[in-house]
């Protein structure tokens, strides 16, 4: 697996944009990249993950750069509920000899205050 | 649909006991995952199962044992506990294309923190 990079800790006010970024410039073609986050050492929960195209999903907006060696995980409108550690993984996606293994780092503290 | 269970969700053993952390999952997952977090620390991977049947060593397995009882149960156990084994364990299972074992996410467990002393 490719190893990411994050701050770690960033600061937003509810309501507004969460920008969350991952440096992971030794990426390679077939690794994805995926966003998980844990809320107050609950089990960790999947956010989003992309290839090389910009994702969205009902909870996140994953923006990949074209030359894929960093990322962007964005929470529209942060609520007091999205504070949380936030974990960019990069890590291949099919079976053989990866069979779905995360590698976690110490990821990104998000507070989001009122 | 519970998802991933797992029990207990408290434990206290002392230096030299043994014990089992259970693992339940009715998703009907291929694959099951052991992970042990340490305070402050991500999360590091004990071992998996892709399939019934098999298991697989990640990147700490020392001290520990698994079996995959069947599709839904993994277990992991404690041989010989150590204060160094004290830490938050965290079973998961995997969704994956039957055919292309092509996967996007894991489910987790709510944990079982573990004290060593």
């Known amino acids: 697996d490719a190893k990411t990079t994050q701050p770690p800790s960033m600061d937003c006010a509810e309501g507004r944009a969460a920008n969350l970024p991952c440096n992971h410039s030794?990426?390679?073609?077939?690794?994805?990249v995926y966003w998980y986050r844990q809320i107050h050492s609950q089990g960790p929960q999947y956010i989003i993950h992309?290839?090389?195209n910009n994702e969205t999903n009902e909870m996140a907006s994953l923006i990949i750069t074209e030359d894929r060696k960093s990322s962007t995980l964005i929470l529209p409108h942060a609520t007091l509920r999205d504070t949380a550690v936030y974990y960019c993984i990069a890590t291949f996606n099919a079976g053989g000899t990866s069979y779905g293994k995360l590698t976690f780092g110490q990821g990104t503290i998000l507070t989001v205050h009122p | 649909n519970a998802g991933v269970t797992q029990t207990p969700k408290f434990q206290v053993l002392k230096t030299g006991q043994s014990m089992t952390l259970q693992c339940a999952q009715d998703?009907?997952?291929?694959?099951m995952y052991w992970y042990r977090q340490d305070p402050g620390m991500g999360l590091r991977l004990i071992y998996y199962s892709a399939s019934e049947g098999t298991t697989d060593k990640g990147e700490v397995p020392n001290g520990y044992n698994v079996s995959r009882l069947n599709k839904r149960e993994f277990s992991l156990r404690l041989e010989s506990a150590a204060p160094s084994q004290t830490s938050v364990y965290f079973c998961?299972?995997?969704?994956?294309?039957?055919?292309?074992?092509?996967?996007?996410?894991?489910?987790f467990g709510p944990g079982t923190r573990l004290t060593v002393t």
């Open positions: 998961a299972s995997r969704d994956e294309d039957p055919w292309t074992r092509i996967s996007y996410e894991q489910y």
């Open positions: 998703m009907n997952h291929n694959s």
């Open positions: 992309g290839l090389k």
């Open positions: 030794t990426i390679s073609g077939n690794e994805y």
